[in-house]
């Protein structure tokens, strides 16, 4: 029953209902679980939300050219978005895992949860329809797209170094110093340095390039911090 309860009340945040409530318990089931797990959902929701996301750039800003769409949809669709959008939701408290990967921290693991949200994606859009699923991106993604666009024209890498050039200052460095998983679900943890202003941060993904997108942001924000 509480289960239910849970699922109802997530539906209502996505402000979508199943008319079959099967799909979305598959997509909120991590492969620890059980054959029946989210991955081939997720392999779906990925590319439905580039593609919703890509129309409503498309619609929504008609001063930008191919390379400033790109990287916005690039920002939009990266790990730490979907992770913020899938703690909103509050995924964590009905992802189905087995006790093991719940006892290593699974249910707030980044990589996991944008992984389930792409998978919920792709099971509205077998529940649904593409409609069904592009009105869900665009009610999840509204704030994004309106608040945060003007950072999002920008991957964080090339924000970071126009920002330290602007005053004159070495490009950054960046350098993997930790890897962890399987060799087909590796994550990365890399540094990025700025020596002339004595600052590291280390970001995560699951590609090098993404973790040092990540370490990049997390400059940017530390730079952008008002006291700095």
Not at 17 to 33: K, M, N, Q, Y
Not at 46 to 69: C, H, K, T, V, Y
Not at 166 to 193: K, M, N, W
Request: aromatic share 4%; hydrophobic share 45%; glycine share 6%.
């Amino acid at each position: 029953m509480a289960e239910a309860s849970a699922l109802a009340a997530l539906q209502q945040r996505l402000g979508y209902r199943f008319v079959d409530p099967t799909l979305l318990t598959r997509a909120l089931t991590h492969r620890s679980w059980g054959a029946m797990h989210n991955e081939r959902l997720e392999f779906l929701g990925d590319a439905l939300l580039n593609l919703a996301i890509s129309r409503l750039l498309w619609q929504r800003q008609p001063e930008l050219d191919e390379g400033d769409l790109t990287r916005a949809r690039a920002q939009l669709v990266r790990e730490d978005s979907l992770h913020r959008v899938a703690l909103a939701l509050g995924l964590p408290a009905v992802l189905r895992m087995s006790e093991g990967e719940a006892r290593s921290g699974g249910a707030q693991r980044p990589s996991l949860l944008a992984d389930a949200l792409e998978a919920v994606l792709g099971a509205i859009d077998l529940d649904g329809g593409h409609l069904a699923a592009e009105a869900v991106v665009q009610h999840l993604f509204a704030a994004a797209l309106s608040d945060d666009l003007d950072a999002a024209r920008k991957d964080p890498k090339t924000a970071l170094q126009e920002w330290l050039q602007g005053r004159r200052l070495a490009v950054p460095s960046y350098r993997i110093v930790a890897t962890h998983g399987r060799d087909h679900e590796q994550t990365f943890d890399v540094a990025c340095e700025v020596p002339a202003l004595d600052l590291a941060t280390q970001g995560r993904g699951r590609s090098r390039r993404a973790a040092e997108q990540d370490a990049a942001q997390r400059m940017l924000d530390r730079l952008n911090e008002p006291t700095r």
